[in-house]
Nanobody, 123 residues
Framework: QVQLVESGGGSVQAGGSLRLSCAAS????????MGWFRQAPGKDREFVAA????????RYADSVKGRFTISRDNAKKTVYLQMDSLKPEDTAVYYC????????????????WGQGTQVTVSS
């Protein structure tokens, strides 16, 4: 089994920055890719970014390209989401997820999930 624990959420004004972390433990060798998703109240969970553990290849949602950066530290088994130029519409609970295969933008394709961390951006 794999455990994922997010941290780094909080409240920030528009234009500000936050960095989220997701620490993995357990059978982490089974994870091939990691993703970040978010869910705002009353909305479906949506894809934000993903990264492959081995190659570092990344993929982003159009809504965050140029503002968010996903990265990983293999030694620490941690994935990061650097969020810059935040907007009120970025307000959501952010979840990290792990997948045993190539990264995907479909949340149903992920095998492991963290508990989520709240990000609130005020105007």
């Amino acid at each position: 089994q794999v455990q994922l624990v997010e941290s780094g959420g909080g409240s920030v004004q528009a234009g500000g920055s936050l960095r989220l972390s997701c620490a993995a433990s357990g059978r982490t060798f089974s994870i091939y890719a990691m993703g970040w998703f978010r869910q705002a109240p009353g909305k479906d969970r949506e894809f934000v970014a993903a990264i492959t553990w081995t190659t570092g290849n990344t993929r982003y949602a159009d809504s965050v390209k140029g503002r968010f950066t996903i990265s990983r530290d293999n030694a620490k088994k941690t994935v990061y989401l650097q969020m810059d130029s935040l907007k009120p519409e970025d307000t959501a609970v952010y979840y990290c997820a792990g997948r045993m295969f190539r990264y995907s933008g479909d949340s149903s394709q992920y095998d492991y999930w963290g508990q989520g961390t709240q990000v609130t951006v005020s105007s």
